[in-house]
């Protein structure tokens, strides 16, 4: 990621589809760490020039200090992705998101017509994508989603609500962005209404180490936002940790305290709210 953009690293990445701009005025109320309007799979082929015509009026009215936006446009192979980027572009300070990102030339391609402080989110939700995500993520991205939908429809294979299908490539893309010191955002969970299955998802990309989780309705922000901000406790454990390695003590609460500890609880607070990346 350059240094010139600040760190964009979201509990929630809430998608909303291009075609309904109305829920653009939304955002703020609904208050994602980041939202998504998407002119690629929530748009019908028919209708992706005027739900791109629809979204962009709808964002050159959004206050700016209202929320962190991106528009995911169509895939660099698309024939809707040059009209969406230049669209995308006269925005100036809406990010962009990449789908089935699997060539690290698009992202030059992304950089040369965007201003440097533009934040790009890739998705890694292909075969190949995932087989190349180490390199991939090497490139100038600040933040990689796994998709596990399109994964198992490109490589043939059945979701099933357990996920064990898909926890090699869910482990592999955290790794990758782990590597690369790119913000991870785990996989979408398509029953809207079933709370209790999102919120096991979200503890389980968590447990991978996932620092956020892509939102596919309202109602799942405030479930992520509950899922990847630290408890109190555990933030009390954290703060007793570096206070126990500042000053020599070798154990808290029966634990002991080392370098790996230390890790640990810098990563638990740095998930707190207003810490880089992390909205209030």
């Given amino acids: 990621m350059s240094g010139s953009r600040p760190a964009l690293n979201p509990r929630s990445l809430l998608f909303m589809p291009g075609s309904r701009p109305e829920m ?3 955002i703020a ?3 994602p760490d980041a939202a998504v309007v998407d002119l690629e799979d929530a748009v019908p082929a028919a209708e992706k020039r005027s739900a791109r015509k629809a979204a ?4 050159a009215e959004l206050d700016a200090a209202a929320a962190i936006v991106l528009v995911r446009v169509n895939p660099t192979a698309s024939p809707w992705f040059a009209d969406d980027l230049a669209a995308v572009s006269g925005l100036g300070r809406v990010g962009v998101v990449l ?3 699997e060539r ?4 030059d ?3 040369n017509r965007l201003s440097p402080d533009v934040p790009i989110v890739v998705g890694l939700e292909t075969v190949r994508g995932v087989a190349e995500c180490r390199q991939l993520l090497r490139a100038d991205v600040d933040v990689a989603y796994f998709g596990a939908e399109d994964y198992i429809a490109d490589i043939g294979g059945r979701r099933t609500a357990g996920g064990d299908e898909v926890l090699y490539p869910r482990s592999e893309v955290r790794l990758a962005a782990f590597l690369a010191g790119v913000s991870a955002v785990d996989q979408a969970v398509v029953a809207i209404r079933d709370d209790a299955r999102f919120r096991a998802d979200a503890e389980q990309g968590r447990a991978i180490g996932y620092t956020g989780k892509i939102c596919v309705h309202p109602r ?3 479930l992520s936002h509950e899922v990847f901000t630290p408890t109190p406790e555990e933030v009390r454990h954290a703060r007793a940790v570096l206070r126990a390695a500042d000053d020599g003590v070798a154990v808290v609460g029966a634990q002991m305290v080392d370098d790996v500890h ?3 609880a810098r990563a638990v607070l740095s998930r707190l709210p207003g810490a880089a990346g992390v909205r209030d």
Avoid at 56 to 59: D, E, G, H, I, T
């Fill in 24 to 26: 653009v005025a939304k």
């Fill in 29 to 31: 109320g609904i208050a």
């Fill in 56 to 59: 962009v009026a709808a964002l």
């Fill in 99 to 101: 789908p089935k990102y």
């Fill in 104 to 107: 690290r030339e698009e992202i």
């Fill in 109 to 111: 391609l992304l950089r």
């Fill in 220 to 222: 799942q922000v405030e």
């Fill in 262 to 264: 230390v890790r640990m």
